[in-house]
C-alpha cells in the first residue's frame, strides 16, 4: 500500500468514527461495503473526502439492504452538492437492485458555502426519494439534527425513527422557537404533535430492533410463527377495545405499533397472522381528520409491500366538530376512501363493537372489502343507537316518566334491529363469531383470500 493511500484512508477512518459507530450498531457485523469513499471538494475551509456521507451495501439481519448516513463531524452534517448527488446515487443503486434503503440522519441542513449547488442537490435528493418511496422499502432514522430540506424526506419514508434526543425541524430551531416562544424541533414534537416520526427508539440497539422487525414485516410477506393457529382468545368479549384484539390475536411478539403518538382512535401497525404478514388498521370510536390521515399514509406503505390489510372495526363514524369539518376532515377521509378503493391487496375486516355510518361503509363494507367477520354481539347501523333513538323515538322519550329508562328502552331497540346477525341475513357480513375464536377466523379468511 503507498504511503499516499495509506495516509488517506487513515485519515478518513478518523473522520468517520461517529458515523460508522452508529451504522456498525445497526448492521450486520462486518458486512458494509462502502460506495464511492473518496469523492470531495475543498473550500475555505479545507479538503473533505467523502463529502461527510457515508454509504455502501450492507446487511441487515442477513437481508441486503443499501445504507446511507450524513457524517455530523463534517460542518456539522451539512449537505454539499456532491455530497447531495452521492445520496441520490445510492437511493438509485437501491431502487434499480430492489434493495430496502436505511438512510441516517444527523444534518445540519445545506452546506451553506456550496450555495445554490447544495440547493440544486436537495432537488436531487428529494426526488430521487420520491422515486425510491412505492418502489422499495424506504426506513429513515434520524439519529442526531435533521434541519431544513432533509425534514421532508419524512414524506417519502415508509418508517421514520427518531431517537429520543433528536432534533428536527424545516428551518433553524431558534428561528421557528423566536417566532412561537417554544422549542418545536423535539422528537417528541413530531411524534405526538405533527406526527411526522412513525417511532421513537431510546438508542441505536433499539433503532436494530425497530428496523430488522420493519423489513421482516415489509420483505417477508410469509414467514413461519411458533404460535398455535388455532389458539383461543379466551381474554377477548364483546367489552374488548381494538387494542385487546391486536394485543391477543395476532402472532405473540409480532406487532410494531408506527405513529402511535397522534389520533388515538386509528391505530396503525404491521402484525403476523400464523407467519403472514398483515397490515392492521384499527378505528375506534369516531374518525378524526389526522386518523384518516395516518391510516392513508399506512395504506400507501402497506400496498407499496404488497401486504394484506386487516381491519379491527368499532368505528361509530367521523366526529361532529366545528373546527375539524372547516378543516382537513372532509378532504382527508375522502382520500381515505379513495385509497381503500383502489389498493390492490386483499382487505378482511373483524367488526368488533358498534360500527356505523361512515365506520362501516369506509372500513367494513363488503364493496371495499374481501371478507367480512364480526362478533355475535356487535352492531352494525345507519346511525349511532343514541342518536337513532332520539330521531325515530324522541317523542316518546320526551313524554316518558323515567327518560333515561326510554332512552335505554329504545336504543336497545334499535340496535337490536341493526345486530350483525341481521346485517349477516342481508348478506352484508360473511360470518357471525364468538370473540374468542377471532384469531382461527382471521387466519383462516385471510389464508383463504391470498390463495385465492
Not at 286 to 292: E, N, S, V
Not at 320 to 327: I, L, M, R, S, V
Request: aromatic share 6%; glycine share 10%.
Amino acid at each position: 500500500m503507498s504511503t499516499g493511500l495509506k495516509n488517506a484512508l487513515g485519515s478518513y477512518a478518523r473522520a468517520t468514527t461517529k458515523v460508522r459507530e452508529v451504522v456498525d450498531a445497526v448492521i450486520d457485523k462486518q458486512s458494509f461495503v462502502e460506495l464511492n469513499a473518496f469523492i470531495g471538494g475543498t473550500n475555505e475551509l479545507g479538503e473533505y473526502k467523502g463529502e461527510g456521507v457515508y454509504c455502501g451495501l450492507a446487511t441487515i439481519d442477513d437481508r441486503d439492504v443499501a445504507v446511507l448516513a450524513i457524517n455530523p463531524e463534517v460542518f456539522s452534517g451539512g449537505v454539499s452538492g456532491r455530497g447531495a448527488k452521492k445520496i441520490a446515487d445510492l437511493v438509485k443503486r437501491a431502487c434499480n437492485a430492489g434493495l430496502p434503503l436505511v438512510s441516517f440522519i444527523d444534518s445540519s441542513g445545506a452546506r451553506v458555502l456550496d450555495g445554490v449547488d447544495a440547493l440544486d442537490g436537495y432537488d436531487a435528493i428529494l426526488s430521487a426519494y420520491g422515486k425510491a418511496y412505492g418502489n422499495v422499502p424506504v426506513i429513515t432514522a434520524v439519529t442526531g439534527k435533521c434541519y431544513g430540506m432533509f425534514t421532508y424526506v419524512s414524506g417519502f419514508s415508509d418508517l421514520f425513527i427518531a431517537v429520543d434526543k433528536a432534533k428536527i425541524s424545516t428551518s433553524a430551531p431558534l428561528i421557528i422557537s423566536g417566532e412561537s416562544g417554544k422549542d418545536v424541533s423535539g422528537a417528541d414534537v413530531h411524534y405526538k404533535t405533527s406526527g411526522a416520526v412513525t417511532n421513537i427508539v431510546k438508542n441505536v440497539a433499539e433503532l436494530r430492533t425497530v428496523i430488522t422487525q420493519a423489513l421482516e414485516c415489509m420483505c417477508d410477506v410469509v414467514g413461519d410463527t411458533e404460535d398455535d393457529p388455532n389458539r383461543v382468545c379466551d381474554n377477548l368479549s364483546d367489552a374488548s377495545s381494538v387494542k385487546d384484539v391486536l394485543a391477543c390475536a395476532f402472532d405473540e411478539g409480532s406487532v410494531l405499533e408506527l405513529r402511535g403518538g397522534i389520533a388515538s382512535e386509528a391505530i396503525t401497525a404491521f402484525a403476523k397472522l400464523n407467519g403472514v404478514t398483515v397490515a392492521v388498521v384499527g378505528a375506534e370510536g369516531k374518525l378524526t381528520a389526522r386518523g384518516a390521515a395516518k391510516i392513508t399514509d399506512f395504506l400507501n406503505t402497506a400496498d407499496n409491500a404488497g401486504v394484506p390489510v386487516v381491519n379491527l372495526v368499532a368505528c361509530t363514524g367521523t366526529v361532529a366538530d366545528a373546527k375539524e369539518e372547516t378543516g382537513d376532515l372532509i378532504r382527508n377521509v375522502s382520500d381515505l376512501i379513495y385509497t381503500y378503493n383502489n389498493m390492490d391487496v386483499v382487505k378482511v375486516t373483524l367488526v368488533c363493537g358498534k360500527t356505523a355510518g361512515s365506520g362501516y361503509t369506509i372500513f367494513a363494507s363488503k364493496s371495499a372489502c374481501d371478507y367480512v367477520i364480526a362478533w355475535e354481539n356487535a352492531a352494525i347501523s345507519p346511525m349511532e343507537s343514541k342518536a337513532a333513538a332520539y330521531m325515530l323515538y324522541g317523542k316518546e322519550i320526551a313524554a316518558a316518566s323515567d327518560k333515561a329508562a326510554a332512552e335505554k328502552k329504545f336504543e336497545d331497540v334499535y340496535a337490536d334491529a341493526n345486530s350483525s346477525m341481521e346485517a349477516a341475513e342481508k348478506g352484508y357480513v360473511d360470518m357471525v363469531i364468538n370473540p374468542a375464536h377471532s384469531r382461527q377466523y382471521l387466519i383462516a379468511s385471510m389464508q383463504a383470500m391470498i390463495k385465492r
